[in-house]
């Protein structure tokens, strides 16, 4: 629906592969790179908010969702995955760096606290220690891929600072929609308390989250000549209808609209989370489609012809 | 110090594209990868229209932003200024790619090393020969043909070049042509507002 074929690169003022000048897509980072950013955000998100409310099975399905989900995606997506061990070590310059070495203690760690929670094996003077290294490690995970984007001048797009506050309101948004569903499903959060509070926080983020999307076009619609392109192609060009239906429409308007209107159970609970998770989901694969690199020379802007 | 740069003649450039097929001649590039490219560019409206021919290639920006997300090392900066990537050191993450404004990164495909240029999976002498300094999912790009550099040549787009279209030298040096073709024509580089600094300038 929303493939970039050649159809589409050859569209005029796009150059795709050719041998003309014009804007290009960028073309590496595609589905499995967005599938793992997807499960990163979500599983960081889910383990952040789980470990605030003390809910062991959010902890356990967060470190599994990161460890196992993200970490099978982004070996699909590279080339060298034999190799991959190499990302550890330039964290001194590289958000993909940092990232990685983010998951291993966010995995590491929180691997630890859950087996100190399930049986005691951790020293009494140790599990505060354990619970900031796991905590921190999940919220370099939770937003390093969006550095990762802005870090970059190249797609205009993408350099802009919602980026990482976009993965991390997204991250808890799927945080607080799955410990609620997971909570109606019959796994009893500790302190009842904390289930009217999550879901607050649930209506306040995805409020947040359409701010920082209507901030994100906003931007690209007055920023440079690339991001002007991607604000059309999300708008009004063929990544639209998945885009406005998707991930505005079904990913935030309709989640809100049945938690303001309609009584919370485990069926309402499910729908909101599933169009959320949706929503997410698109918006990441999204963003990628809409990455556009400027040309890398117009004769017209630059020599006044 | 030395430090190498390149200048394109907008004027002179004809878009034969000789230097696209030296290169791959060179480097022996698979079958759709270009460290080099000619662009075509039409600007104007008819009856008053021209066609521009632009020259593209890795502009080894001095801050460049492919060695700074690199996250293995794999991406490095010689003393001369000219931009490298180890192949054995890249895990082939993309992550150079999508941040080169140039759009100068080529990810090496296993179909494109096992296809052959011919594309019937036997691979010619040249191919077998020149193949084996890739490595299949890394990434790749132009080092201004640094064999060539370090031997006192030319590289080769520039020495193939029938319009002189293309200079080399150094950038350091006030009194070498590159130097002075910047100062003289007004040297411009390619997206200078994503402040990378390339030492890639095109005159007019």
Redesign the interface.
Known sequence: MFKVSLKNVLRPGF?G?T????Y?F?K??DTP?ATAFFCGETGAGLFIVSMLMDFLPGIILGLLITGVGKTFFHLT?????S??W?????PD?????RG?WGIVFFVGFGSIHVLGMLFNVVPAGLESAVYILAIAGAMVVVTYQGF??S?????SFWSTGLMPISSMLYGLLMGTSLVLVLSLLGFSISNPEYFSMVGLAQIALIIAVQICLLSLLHGAKNG?KGAQQSYILLVKDFLARPFLFGVVGIGSIIPLLILLFIPTNFITSLIVTGCIMLGFYLFRLLIFKA?V????????D??K? | MTRYGMVFDIKRCIGCNACTVACKQENSLPDGVFFTRTLSAESGEYPNVSRTYLPTICNHCEDAPCEKVCPSGATWTRDDGIVMVDGDKCIGCGSCAVACPYDMRTQIEETQITNGLFGDGKLTPFEEQGYSRFECGSFTKCDFCSERVDGGLDPACVATCPTDARVFGDLDDPDSKVSRLIRDRMGRQPLPEKNTRPKVYYID
């Open positions: 150059a592969g041998f003309k000048s014009g290009r960028q590496y980072w790179m997506h590279m080339g060298v995955p190799k991959a190499r990302a550890l070590l330039r310059r590289s958000w993909i760096s990685l990762a984007m870090h970059s001048t190249a797609i440079s990455g690199l400027d040309p890398i020379l117009s004769p017209a630059i020599f012809r």
